[in-house]
């Protein structure tokens, strides 16, 4: 059965702290016993395919690497009147997406009925590698806070 709220990282983890969402996400997933109505779901690079994910939920928040022009390892958050996108696209894969375009996409074929709330998290280093930089590592137990602050 679908829970009624979902909390989704985005984010590619081959390029360092373009995957903090994802890694966030998946810190949260130990967490499920103490939220039963929530999904904690790794969205990835999902692009469209979030649209399904989104359908039908009370609440959704993302979690995401976003360039804000803050300082590094500030995470920030957003409703989604508040929140505005200058990324330019390639189109040349589905998997590529302006989170924000999808989301007007989901509320143009009603599937966006619930809250939405995103969390921009400002990238110290997006460059090839697995790894986290040191800043965004160490403050992963201060997302996964701010998350479950979210949640209460």
């Not at 009624?4 to 499920?32: C, E, F, K, Y």
């Amino acid at each position: 059965m679908r829970r009624p709220i979902a909390v989704i990282g985005l984010g590619n983890t081959l390029m360092s702290d373009d995957g903090i969402g994802v890694h966030v996400v998946q810190r949260l997933s130990g967490l499920g016993d103490k939220y039963p109505s929530v999904e904690f779901i790794d969205a990835g690079t999902g692009g469209v395919s979030v649209l399904y994910i989104i359908e039908g939920r009370q609440k959704v928040i993302f979690i995401d690497c976003a360039r804000m022009g803050e300082q590094p390892g500030l995470i920030k958050r957003f409703t989604l009147d508040q929140a505005g996108s200058n990324k330019i696209l390639t189109g040349r894969t589905l998997h590529e997406a302006d989170l924000l375009k999808v989301l007007d996409m989901a509320k143009k074929l009603c599937q966006l009925q619930g809250e939405v709330v995103i969390f921009g998290i400002e990238p110290d280093r997006i460059s090839a590698g697995m790894e986290l930089s040191k800043l965004l590592a160490e403050r992963i137990d201060h997302y996964v806070s701010v998350i479950c602050d979210e949640l209460q």
